[in-house]
């Protein structure tokens, strides 16, 4: 059975700071990893990672894909209070359309 | 404008009683899916469906049914709710056949069984 799990669970920092929010995997037959932002309503898109050592960027969040150690990780620099929301890793495999989140990690800014 | 709509968006209904959420988005993906959203267990996926006439189970399936008739409509069924169908529900729909694409969420369903 395919499993995700993020680190921390809930994390509170002070604006300006850097956060890094971390997921780990286990899945036969990887595809893709995703990452998903979720403020009080739908998850929305982030990233998607399918190759190792490959950062993904946009603005101060970027993310990058370790496939020997089965790990992401998500980077927020100088965080707002606008980045304050539950983080989401999903993993998705080949052969098998069904697509696995993590329990996410909740991330509080505090201006 | 491009999005997922879901129908309604809240609902508390009794033990048995069948319901159907509404699925539509209009982008023309053709991957469509159902999560359900509970605390300390994140979202799990119930039903998804790759193409029109294609479903398959998720990992949460018991309880539920899915029909897709048409690529803009995914709903789904409730025959028999009770109280630990009790969640918040998602649709999402991706433009690539497979969920790990790109998916787009409806705004959500929060949905109460006593």
């Known amino acids: 059975e395919d499993k995700v799990v993020q680190s921390p669970l809930s994390l509170v920092v002070h604006e300006g700071d850097t956060v890094t929010l971390n997921c780990s995997y286990e899945v036969t037959n990887f595809r893709s990893l995703l990452w998903y932002k979720q403020e009080k309503k739908a998850p929305t898109f982030l990233f998607m990672l399918?190759?190792?050592?490959i950062e993904k960027k946009s603005g101060r969040l970027s993310s990058i894909l370790d496939k020997k150690e089965l790990f992401s990780i998500l980077n927020i620099t100088a965080t707002q209070t606008g980045d304050s929301a539950i983080y989401l890793c999903?993993?998705?495999?080949?052969?098998?359309?069904?697509?696995?989140f993590g329990t996410g990690t909740r991330l509080t800014i505090i201006p | 404008e491009a999005q997922v709509t879901q129908n309604p968006r809240y609902l508390i209904t009794v033990t048995g009683k069948k319901l159907t959420v509404t699925c539509s988005q209009n982008m023309n993906h053709e991957y469509m899916s159902w999560y359900r959203q509970d605390p300390g267990l994140g979202l799990r996926q119930i039903y998804y469906s790759m193409n029109v006439e294609v479903t398959d189970k998720g990992d949460v399936p018991e309880g539920y049914k899915v029909s897709r008739k048409e690529k803009r409509n995914f709903p789904l069924i409730l025959e028999s709710p009770s109280p630990n169908q009790t969640s918040l529900y998602f649709c999402a729909s991706s433009p690539g056949g497979w969920g790990g694409y790109e998916q787009y969420f409806g705004p959500g369903t929060r949905l109460t069984v006593t």
């Open positions: 999903a993993v998705d495999p080949f052969g098998n359309e069904k697509l696995t």
């Open positions: 399918t190759s190792s050592g």
